[in-house]
């Protein structure tokens, strides 16, 4: 079946510091992947439509220069959290479309600490 | 944006019970789906539903969508602790691929 890989699933960081999630669909192409966040113990929140080849569709809320989003190619897009915060923390976790139409394929989440 | 409310928000239970989850929207959807969650791990899709008072059953599970297309529920029949997880419904808000997630329910089943 359709497989989402994401890297790194879990990272430390310090304050200040920008982090790059990477998420691959592995034996698919997918012009459109997603980006979602999850605070614990609640649902999960698109954060935006990541488009292969031109430029990323954020949810009303979300700020585009705190969350870039490259889709550089039909295998992979890139969420980089620039400048984290504590309130950054959170459960990133992206998906695509394999197959069947408005059926998404997850990745298993990047889970972020940020001190 | 539709707004899916699930209830229970949570939900703690014995082992061999049954339980029934809610996801209730002000909106029609075009469908549904519904995916269980574990910790640390993305959601994994568990069923589809298309057509308005259809039944679909997967093991000691059973799916509903309600007959005007707004409501759908899960049911789960004698319980297993492997059945513990973050059961969410989702919709795709009428665009293309893109899913909005309900509330989600946690479900705990005690051996």
């Known amino acids: 079946g359709a497989v989402v890989s994401q890297h790194p699933s879990w990272v430390i960081c310090k304050s200040g510091t920008s982090v790059k999630i990477e998420c691959r669909s592995l034996?698919?192409?997918?012009?459109?992947m997603f980006w979602y966040r999850q605070f614990p113990k609640q649902s999960l929140m698109l954060m935006a439509t990541?488009?292969?080849?031109?430029?990323?569709?954020?949810e009303q809320g979300v700020e585009k220069d705190k969350f870039l989003i490259n889709h550089a190619s039909l295998t992979l897009s890139t969420l980089t959290v620039t400048s984290a915060h504590p309130e950054d923390s959170s459960f990133y976790i992206c998906?695509?479309?394999?197959?069947?139409?408005?059926?998404?394929?997850f990745g298993a989440g990047s889970r972020l600490t940020v001190l | 944006t539709q707004l899916l409310e699930q209830s229970p928000q949570f939900l703690s239970i014995q082992e061999g019970e049954n339980l029934t989850v809610y996801c209730n929207s002000s909106?029609?959807?075009?469908?549904l789906q519904w995916y269980r969650q574990e910790p640390g791990e993305g959601p994994v899709l568990l069923v589809t539903?298309?057509?308005?008072?259809e039944v679909k059953k997967l093991k000691r599970l059973t799916f509903q969508f309600g007959d005007a297309r707004k409501d759908s529920s899960l049911h789960i029949t004698a319980a297993q602790p492997g059945d513990t997880g973050l059961y969410l419904c989702?919709?795709?808000?009428?665009?293309?691929?893109?899913?909005?997630f309900g509330t989600g329910t946690k479900l705990q089943v005690i051996p």
């Open positions: 998906s695509a479309e394999a197959g069947r139409a408005n059926v998404l394929t």
């Open positions: 034996d698919f192409q997918a012009t459109t």
């Open positions: 990541s488009n292969e080849g031109s430029k990323a569709t954020y």
């Open positions: 909106s029609v959807f075009s469908s």
């Open positions: 539903v298309v057509t308005g008072g």
């Open positions: 989702a919709s795709d808000s009428g665009g293309y691929q893109k899913v909005t």
